[in-house]
């Protein structure tokens, strides 16, 4: 069963997956290129300045003291993507390789010849906390939905295993990651 919910359950997380076949998942966003996609999905200007502070407040939860850990599987799509032109693109991918040296953030790219797996569904994020069951989130242009109920939650866990396990690893991600930031570098 889905709920609507705007708790912000992220914040009690002790693990995070996150699954990302269309965008940079927002907790690893940089502010230009959250900006950006605002800007070009039509947001109001004066809710934009906003809405980036507080998707990039959102970083603590992995930032803090006693930080969750991340699990992010990006799509090799969303790496190729120049959303905010190019230079936005590569201070984004830097990023990405900055914070994926962290001990507790693995990020892997489901590379674009791995054919199908479940992350072409849609996005979603599992978040696990000490003080309660799973939940996943949704969130589409609209609203976000939780789904709380065990069935659901598992179907969600056992797809994100399956996009683990055609993902690469985390090392040869940032390769190809360091890969695209190159060719980035040299085309312009």
Known sequence: MATHNRTPKGRAATAITD???MVIPGLLQTADYTRAIMVAGEIAPTEI???VLV????????????????LALVDETVIRREIGGHYVMIDQLRHLLDISER?????????????????LDG???????????PIVH????RAGL????????????????????VALSPAASA??????????????
């Not at 001990?103 to 992350?119: E, R, S």
């Not at 996005?123 to 069951?133: I, K, N, Y």
């Not at 949704?138 to 242009?141: A, D, K, P, V």
């Not at 390769?175 to 312009?188: F, H």
């Open 19 to 21: 699954v990302a076949p």
């Open 175 to 188: 390769e190809l990651i360091a890969g695209v930031i190159s060719e980035l570098e040299t085309t312009r």
């Open 49 to 51: 300045e906003t809405r």
């Open 55 to 70: 998707r990039v407040g959102r970083r603590e939860v992995f930032t803090r003291r006693q930080p969750a850990n991340l």
């Open 123 to 133: 996005p979603f994020m599992v978040l696990e906390s000490a003080d309660g069951l």
């Open 146 to 165: 939780f789904f709380h109920e065990p069935d659901d939650v598992q179907a969600y866990q056992l797809a994100a295993e399956k996009i683990r396990k």
């Open 103 to 119: 001990p507790n953030v693995t990020l892997q790219v489901m590379p674009a010849g791995c054919g199908w797996h479940p992350g």
């Open 138 to 141: 949704l969130e589409n242009r």
